[in-house]
């Protein structure tokens, strides 16, 4: 079985947490399901579940580079030389980057309000990218738009190989059985 999942933000993406903060259990009566992957506390979007630890395994493993898809709200005006980096790799602390799948994108429509909103600048635009990467470094699509000058304001995995968030609202989920 495979669970799709629509992560909300400052969810975390596990079923435990001896802080009281929100995690996968609040939202997915579900046993014997783990996480494929993980999304931070401040991400939103598409996490995978599954009780079967070879798919689990196929759709973690980095040597299996199953493609990530992400909207990216960052802070200014992307430039073109902005996405010609993230589409050639971007050097970070821990080495190179694998060339992204980078472009421009309009603001995604039917988009759902993030709780809380993000920080706004009266004088500082924003704009969208999408973003595709085939790695999961900590936090690197975060800091890959940091690196080429466009700090990361929001954050929503769209899709994780073959499976896309599409219709899915914040904590909604659906199961696809084999």
């Not at 993406?13 to 939202?27: H, K, P, V, W, Y």
């Not at 759709?59 to 580079?65: F, M």
């Not at 902005?82 to 589409?87: D, E, G, N, P, S």
């Amino acid at each position: 079985m495979i669970i799709l999942f629509n992560k909300p933000f400052d969810v975390l993406c596990q079923f435990t947490d001896e802080q009281g903060r929100q995690t996968l259990a609040d939202f997915i009566n579900q046993e014997d399901v783990y996480a494929a992957g993980r999304l931070d506390r401040d991400s939103e979007g598409l996490v995978l579940l599954t009780d079967d630890g070879k798919l689990q395994h196929r759709i973690t493993d980095p040597k299996n580079k199953m493609q990530k898809t992400y909207w990216v709200q960052v802070e200014g005006e992307v430039t073109d030389n902005a996405i010609i980096q993230l589409t050639t790799g971007i050097k970070l602390k821990d080495g190179l980057t694998r060339p992204a799948r980078a472009k421009k994108i309009s603001p995604p429509e039917n988009l759902w309000p993030r709780v809380p909103p993000i920080r706004e600048r009266k004088n500082i635009p924003t704009s969208w990218l999408e973003l595709s990467i085939r790695e999961g470094r900590n936090r690197q699509v975060r800091r890959m738009t940091a690196a080429a000058g466009f700090p990361t304001l929001r954050l929503i995995r769209v899709s994780i190989g073959d499976w896309q968030l599409k219709k899915l609202k914040p904590g909604e989920f659906i199961k696809i059985l084999p």
